[in-house]
Structure formats: C-alpha cells, structure tokens
C-alpha cells in the first residue's frame, strides 16, 4: 500500500514530513556558510572603521570663461559679419527663423537660389551680439558659394 501522506508513520515512528525536512534545513544552513577558514591557514582580521568619516577637501577648478566667437572673414561677406540683428533685417528683411539658445542667435533667411544662416554671437567683452559666422545651402541641402547666396538674398534698395 502506498501512502502519500507526509504525515504518515514509518515504522520507527518518523514522519515524512521530519525526513523531508532534515535535507531542506541542512541546505539551508549550507548557505549562510561563509566558505570554510581563509586559504593559507590564516585567520581573517576584522576591524571596525574609524568613529568619524575620513573628509578630504578637493580644489575646485577655475572657472572657465565662455570662449570667444572665431569671426569669419571671407571676401563677399561685408555687411553682414560684424552686423546686430537689426542691421541684418535692413539688409535682408525679416528672418525666416529666429533661434535663441543660451548667448548665441541663429537668424536664417531662404529664397530661390539658397538657405542663409547668420549665427550671433556677443562680443567678448560684452555687448550687442554681432554675426560672426554664416551658412549657406541649397534646399536638398548641397553647399553654395556663402557670398553668392547674400549676394541673392539681398534686398533691393
């Protein structure tokens, strides 16, 4: 007769239960083991951490001034690298896109022939922001002659 029982009695007097028992337990107490004594025979030092934390001071770098803006200097492009936005509207009108990011502008105007992209920077020892680099590309995104495009894009007097 079989008995599925774990309650059931062996003849000693042993349940199922207490046999099934004393092998989950010795696995049990086999894993919080720490491994046996040390290799080498030696005994391991433990030692408590000092009553305060160790503080160490580090220097702060200087600070860093913003770096000044490279001015582009390219035959075709006067009146417009060393313009403010106000200027620029004379010359070519309103922008398409007027983009402000930190202390840098990005005004841009399109036609026909090209995309401009005028980029403002302030000057380094302060001041109005003046152009100091341009852009200039075709809707698909080609490079065109920087000149060529104001020269395009300009308005007629």
């Given at each position: 007769?079989?008995?599925?029982?774990?309650?059931?009695?062996?003849?000693?007097?042993?349940?199922?239960?207490?046999?099934?028992?004393?092998?989950?337990?010795?696995?049990?107490?086999?894993?919080?083991?720490?491994?046996?004594?040390?290799?080498?025979?030696?005994?391991?030092?433990?030692?408590?951490?000092?009553?305060?934390?160790?503080?160490?001071?580090?220097?702060?770098?200087?600070?860093?001034?913003?770096?000044?803006?490279?001015?582009?200097?390219?035959?075709?492009?006067?009146?417009?690298?060393?313009?403010?936005?106000?200027?620029?509207?004379?010359?070519?009108?309103?922008?398409?896109l007027d983009v402000i990011e930190d202390d840098a502008r990005k005004l841009q105007w399109s036609g026909t022939a090209c995309i401009l992209d005028v980029y403002l920077y302030p000057p380094a020892n302060?001041?109005?922001?003046?152009?100091?680099?341009?852009?200039?590309?075709?809707?698909?995104?080609?490079?065109?002659?920087?000149?060529?495009?104001?020269?395009?894009?300009?308005?007629?007097?």
């Amino acid at each position: 007769m079989v008995d599925d029982d774990p309650r059931a009695r062996h003849p000693a007097g042993v349940t199922r239960l207490k046999i099934l028992s004393v092998p989950a337990l010795a696995l049990l107490l086999a894993s919080c083991g720490g491994g046996g004594a040390p290799t080498g025979g030696k005994t391991a030092v433990v030692r408590s951490a000092p009553s305060a934390p160790v503080r160490t001071t580090v220097p702060r770098p200087a600070p860093v001034g913003k770096p000044t803006a490279q001015v582009q200097m390219i035959p075709g492009l006067e009146g417009v690298i060393g313009s403010d936005a106000l200027q620029l509207g004379r010359v070519f009108g309103p922008p398409r896109l007027d983009v402000i990011e930190d202390d840098a502008r990005k005004l841009q105007w399109s036609g026909t022939a090209c995309i401009l992209d005028v980029y403002l920077y302030p000057p380094a020892n302060g001041g109005k922001p003046t152009a100091t680099y341009v852009d200039a590309r075709r809707g698909d995104g080609r490079d065109v002659d920087r000149a060529a495009c104001v020269a395009a894009l300009r308005k007629a007097p």
